[in-house]
């Protein structure tokens, strides 16, 4: 069993940029009516946008399920108010529910969160527990700059969070920290404010006591954490003069990394660096870098490639990291699968959990 941990929709149908184009067009007139709309997308047209994608993808590459959520660079959480951004996320995760529901073996729901800069984020929990509790989501995206770039939101560790993180736990979901398109020029979304946010979170978990608050929050930072790897040592020494404690014991049941890393060489550090139990594999395909590395002639996402390259680590650390640190991060993926086990079908049909959530059909063969 393999499990990405990190995957947007990234090919959704025409009509859901349509809405959002006239969502956007409609807050030029501030005094025009506000509506939540309508998008327009049949099954079919969910089915066409992820036979020649994604599915095509997690076949070919031998992955069984994605952990999937809206497309992260559209969220775009400094657009309008709170309530353009209800609006959006709703049907965004709408629309991953129904992606779900057609194929339950192959996706399982992350949500996008409706933040707004400078509204609370409690104003998110109404969202999380519909997605989470009549939709089957696992998790959320939650945007630590929903200004886009200008970063006017507190640290993730102020207690402005709070509310929310209570709910997390609540609900025992995680949250990927994933930012959201730029408006600031400086900086691009995918190649510099994306790393940048992966940089900047793990340096206010460092530096703060978050964890103590809440001893089962549990956030991923992707895209192999950012520079964080590579300076490890300077994350290790600033740890040490700031009397925190060690990285490792920091981050044990908090803080994890997917392996959203090209290519094999940063793959390779990110192993060799982060605790085998800390990291989860992604891939974030169909994302931000889509083509074929002329070097190798394959995917520059095909992460799943660069682990099964590594000889630095065992199988029993390739097996964490593909399948037992998700089940873990994500309980409510583990207790999917237990139930698919349990429905006592032989794997051919999907039974329902105790949440009321679909299970997983067939366990893989090569679980
Ligand atoms: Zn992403």
């Given at each position: 069993m393999i499990i990405d941990c990190h995957g947007h929709y990234t090919t959704a149908p025409k009509a859901l940029q349509v809405y959002r184009d006239a969502q956007i067009a409609a807050l030029k007139n501030p005094s025009g009516p506000r509506t939540k709309g309508v998008v327009p997308i049949t099954d079919d047209e969910i089915r066409e946008s992820l036979e020649s994608a994604q599915l095509k993808l997690q076949r070919e590459r031998g992955t069984d399920i994605t952990v999937f959520s809206p497309r992260a660079s559209a969220m775009a959480h400094h657009i309008g108010d709170v309530e353009t951004s209800l609006y959006w996320s709703q049907h965004c995760n709408d629309l991953?529910?129904?992606?779900?529901?057609?194929?339950?073996n192959n996706f399982v729901a992350v949500c996008q969160l409706p933040q707004s800069p400078g509204v609370a984020p409690e104003s998110c929990i109404g969202e999380l527990e519909r997605c989470v509790n009549e939709l089957g989501f696992i998790g959320c995206n939650l945007n630590p700059d929903p200004s886009g770039g200008?970063?006017?939101a507190p640290p993730l560790t102020d207690r402005w969070w709070y509310p929310l993180y209570e709910k997390m736990v609540e609900l025992d979901v995680p949250a990927m920290v994933h930012v959201s398109s730029s408006c600031n020029a400086?900086?691009?979304a995918t190649g510099a404010h994306y790393i940048n946010a992966d940089t900047t979170a793990f340096m206010q978990f460092l530096t703060a006591d978050l964890f103590k608050d809440f001893p089962t929050l549990r956030f991923i930072i992707p895209h192999g954490g950012g520079a964080v790897p590579d300076h490890?040592?300077?994350y290790r020494g600033l740890a040490q003069d700031m009397k925190r404690p060690p990285l490792g014991e920091l981050i044990r049941h908090n803080v994890f990394f997917d392996t959203c890393v090209y290519p094999l060489a940063g793959i390779e550090l990110l192993l060799k660096i982060v605790p085998a139990d800390n990291i989860l594999f992604g891939s974030e395909m169909?994302?931000?870098v889509r083509g074929i590395d002329p070097e190798t002639g394959h995917y520059f996402d095909d992460t799943k490639r660069y682990i099964d390259q590594v000889t630095t680590i065992g199988d029993a650390d390739?097996?964490?990291?593909?399948?037992?640190n998700a089940r873990k991060v994500y309980p409510r993926i583990?207790?999917?699968l237990k139930g698919s086990r349990s429905t006592g079908n032989g794997g051919r049909g999907s039974g329902?959990?105790?949440?009321?959530?679909r299970a997983f059909q067939a366990s893989d063969p090569r679980s």
């Open positions: 991953i529910a129904r992606v779900c529901a057609l194929y339950p200008h970063w006017t400086n900086f691009h490890w040592g300077r169909v994302g931000a390739k097996r964490k990291i593909f399948e037992g583990d207790a999917r329902s959990t105790a949440d009321g959530a």
